[in-house]
């Protein structure tokens, strides 16, 4: 079973525009992790925000963190053709708070970017 | 230096069949995570390995079964395949310590058929 879900499951937006993908989970983290995957490949980690982070910041990609609410948030600024993708969350430690190193993922976001 | 290296890249069974899929981590990496993908479940954990044991296992049945070598090579096997197994398998290395992201092999996509 997922983690968390991500919103929204598709998003289409033109060359250049600002696209953000959110992520809710159920139980407590140690850090929430964001890949990528393009058309059924394998999964490129992309950013890392450990719990007692509340944003952080990789080139063009923006994550926050809000433990609070469960909830993160990835930001893809300027976006390009070739951030069409698919992205997931992930956090480590299955639900039956199995493996510090199971990642239990998001069900993704499908990002289209037009050119 | 390289990636997370699975082989073979496609594979295409009969039900009843057996397979065996191959992971080879990068380098340093001693534990080996392997994760099913499929559009009804997602993504979704198999077992990990660390110093050839296994630490973990997911929600899966028993004809689901690896093994981690002394190099840190992991295999993964299905026996007795079912058409609902058809997904991409995916291998991921990491450290030691969880606190860092992980990295994932391209990836095999198995057809059972």
């Known amino acids: 079973s997922q983690q968390g879900e991500e919103d929204p499951q598709a998003l289409s937006i033109q060359e250049g525009e600002n696209a953000t993908m959110n992520c809710s989970y159920k139980t407590s983290i140690n850090n929430l992790q964001w890949y990528r995957q393009n058309s059924g490949r394998g999964l490129v980690h992309l950013i890392l925000i450990r719990s007692n982070e509340r944003e952080k910041h990789s080139g063009r990609l923006r994550v926050t963190l809000d433990t609070s609410k469960k909830s993160s948030s990835l930001l893809i600024t300027a976006s390009r053709a070739a951030d069409t993708a698919s992205y997931f969350c992930?956090?480590?430690?299955?639900?039956?708070?199995?493996?510090?190193?199971?990642?239990?993922f998001g069900s993704g976001t499908q990002l289209t970017v037009l050119p | 230096k390289a990636g997370v290296t699975q082989t073979p890249r496609y594979l295409i069974k009969t039900r009843g069949q057996q397979v065996t899929l191959s992971c080879s981590p990068i380098?340093?990496?001693?534990?080996v995570s392997w994760y099913q993908q499929t559009p009804g479940q997602g993504l979704q954990f198999l077992f990990e390995y660390f110093s050839e044991t296994q630490r973990n296992k997911g929600n899966f049945p028993g004809r689901f079964s690896g093994r981690q070598f002394s190099n840190s090579r992991s295999e993964m096997n299905v026996s007795t395949l079912e058409l609902g197994d058809s997904a991409l398998y995916l291998c991921?290395?990491?450290?030691?310590?969880?606190?860092?992201?992980?990295?994932f092999g391209s990836g095999t996509r198995l057809t059972v058929v």
């Open positions: 992930a956090t480590p430690g299955g639900i039956s708070s199995g493996s510090a190193r199971q990642l239990t």
């Open positions: 380098s340093g990496h001693r534990s």
């Open positions: 991921a290395s990491s450290l030691v310590i969880s606190d860092y992201g992980y990295t």
